[in-house]
């Protein structure tokens, strides 16, 4: 049985990188048979390892997910409320907009059961780790009432699919947060 358990491990591993490659190249509806075959496994396998496209997509974007909300983490304590949330929404950006298949997988979250809470989805977590932010910049008041967590991620997942095709995803992605920041969050003096 130890053995099995190795090869389990091996399998799960290179399944993963594999899945990395592919996504990074084809986005989020890389082909799983495609994945298999690189990985040397079988269909069987990677249905094992990961039951559904979502599972194996929270797999591939799980550490940058987790890097992004410690940052929220980090900037909570920030006493600039609204510079704390705008550097967060910098960094989620420019993550959906350049790491391929991440705002894909981000709007899959949130379509892919709406009545069942999906505590570990990347889109559940993002909406936990900004929330604090969020209620911070509104209670300081520099955030438009009535504006929450769901509605700023939807925004940036937004700005993201529109700009995955630009030349530099990036600056274009930004150049749109930009523009939607000051819908939200004006600039008071």
């Known amino acids: 049985m130890p053995s099995q358990r190795a090869d389990a491990r091996r399998n799960y ?8 490659e592919e996504i990074a190249v084809h986005g989020a509806d890389a082909s799983l ?3 298999a075959r690189l990985a040397g496994v079988g269909s069987g396998t990677v249905r094992r390892h990961f039951p559904t496209r979502h599972a194996l997509l929270e797999a591939v974007f799980r550490e940058r997910v987790e890097t992004l ?3 929220a983490r980090d900037l909570s304590a920030r006493p600039d409320t609204r510079a704390a949330l705008l550097e967060w929404l910098n960094a989620v950006t420019a993550s959906a907009a350049t790491i391929r298949g991440l705002a894909i997988a981000l709007t899959r979250d949130r379509a892919s059961d709406p009545g069942v809470a ?4 990347a889109s559940a977590q993002l909406t936990r780790a ?3 932010l969020v209620r911070r910049a509104a209670q300081a008041g520099t955030l438009t009432p009535g504006v929450t967590v769901t509605d700023v991620l939807a925004l940036v997942t937004g700005i993201a ?8 995803p990036a600056a274009e992605a ?9 819908g939200i969050s004006p600039l008071r003096e």
């Open 13 to 20: 591993a290179r399944l993963l990188a594999v899945a990395e």
């Open 118 to 121: 999906h505590e570990h989805c």
């Open 161 to 168: 699919l529109a700009t995955e095709n630009e030349p530099d």
């Open 130 to 132: 900004g929330d604090l």
């Open 33 to 35: 048979e495609q994945i």
């Open 174 to 182: 930004n150049r749109l947060l930009g523009l939607t920041i000051a």
């Open 69 to 71: 909300c410690d940052h």
